[in-house]
């Protein structure tokens, strides 16, 4: 055996055992992403103050199933179908303002939404 081969040997290995270690570390990492279970809720804005309210809830994860599809009985109130938030003091669902945003008012039980 020529010198110094038996430690090449053993520096192979130990260059194996690591590369083996990455690719194992890489394949069993959780690919779900947390934000995928988050909520997205809907209400038709004519029924924010009827009882019940036109309501349609999706995670983030089932939107592009639904992409085209009736979420709600009533095709014109599907139509109308707007981003909603819900009132952390009545539990009702209000329509959000422009990109998202909260009105400053609940406008059900007129409670305030400013953080």
């Keep these: 055996m020529a010198k110094g081969s038996g430690k090449n040997a053993v520096l ?3 260059a194996v055992a690591a590369i083996g270690g990455a690719i194992y570390g890489i394949m069993s990492m959780k690919t779900e992403n947390p934000q995928e279970d ?5 209400i038709d804005p004519e ?20 992409m085209g599809k009736q979420l ?4 014109a109130a599907d139509e ?20 998202g945003e909260k009105p400053d008012n609940c406008p059900v039980c007129k409670a ?3 953080d």
């Excluded at 019940?52 to 939107?63: D, G, M, R």
């Design 38 to 42: 988050q909520w997205v809720y809907y």
């Design 12 to 14: 192979l290995i130990i």
């Design 112 to 114: 305030s939404l400013k």
């Design 72 to 75: 709600v009985d009533d095709p």
């Design 80 to 99: 109308r179908l707007v981003k909603a938030g819900i009132c952390p003091h009545c539990g009702k669902y209000f329509p959000l303002i422009g990109h």
């Design 47 to 66: 029924s924010v103050n009827s009882d019940p309210q036109v309501t349609a809830q999706l995670k983030i994860s089932q939107i592009k199933d639904y």
